[in-house]
């Protein structure tokens, strides 16, 4: 009987990658539809530059990029509000679910990340088939001669630090309610437009006149730098979020 036991307890999926899997699974099919629904709108965009404005070179592909942080952004935030309390009650651990989301946040972006890259790639190689150059005209490090994997890894990185910061944004509102919530936003969205200001500078972007391009690698470390603490507060203030029974 104890042998019957320990089977099946063996082989029951443990609760971080049940949890895992679950919300996984709800991100990858807004993906997909994400996804769906932007390259046709990239399409028609790029027809309409060509043919309105006569700009045949412009990366019209990587506009999406800020679609792809602030689409997943929302759900992310959405996520912790409508999952946490439900994770909890279930009699899963307040560690377990930060372990989670941090693992399905920090994926999500990467996959936003590298959807976009090879959208990009897919582009230039359609302008090159035509004659045409391709130009980028919205980046921070990477233009249309830099490495394929230093696009990547700007794209990536911007997706990741806005699927992590939008945790915190929904467990602060979780903890201290509406009113300190949205006092905080400068705070928990700040993460995003931090890691803009590291990678515009080190690209020669910046508010100051005097930013100057500089090596990329330093200012991607520090946005990863970036993205681990704002993982880390996320995962210190899910820990001590008390949850209080919902109104009647």
Excluded: K
């Excluded at 999926?13 to 539809?33: E, Y």
């Excluded at 045949?56 to 990029?65: F, I, K, Q």
């Excluded at 936003?112 to 088939?129: D, F, N, Q, S, W």
């Amino acid at each position: 009987m104890s042998a019957t036991v320990t089977a099946a307890l063996a082989g029951r999926t443990g609760p971080l990658r049940s949890t895992v899997t679950r919300l996984a699974a709800v991100n990858l099919t807004l993906l997909v539809w994400f996804w769906a629904c932007s390259v046709p709108v990239v399409v028609v965009a790029s027809i309409l530059v060509d043919r309105l404005l006569g700009v045949d070179d412009v990366a019209v592909s990587l506009y999406t990029r800020h679609a792809a942080i602030w689409f997943p952004f929302s759900q992310g935030i959405a996520l912790v509000g409508l999952f946490l309390r439900a994770h909890v009650a279930a009699g899963m651990t307040r560690r377990t679910f930060a372990r989670a989301t941090i693992l399905v946040g920090v994926g999500t972006g990467a996959a936003y990340g590298v959807v976009l890259t090879l959208l990009a790639v897919a582009e230039r190689g359609i302008h090159t088939a035509l004659g045409r150059g391709w130009r980028v005209t919205d980046g921070f490090l990477a233009d249309e001669s830099s490495p394929l994997g230093l696009l990547l890894a700007e794209v990536v990185v911007c997706c990741v630090v806005g699927n992590v910061a939008a945790l915190l944004v929904g467990v602060v509102y979780q903890r201290w309610g509406a009113l300190y919530g949205t006092l905080a936003l400068p705070l928990t969205v700040g993460p995003v437009f931090l890691v803009f200001a590291l990678l515009g500078a080190a690209g020669g972007w910046g508010p100051l006149p005097a930013a100057a391009p500089g090596p990329p690698w330093p200012a991607l470390g520090w946005s990863v730098l970036v993205v681990a603490l704002t993982a880390a507060a996320y995962a210190a203030v899910v820990r001590r979020t008390q949850l209080r029974p919902p109104h009647p």
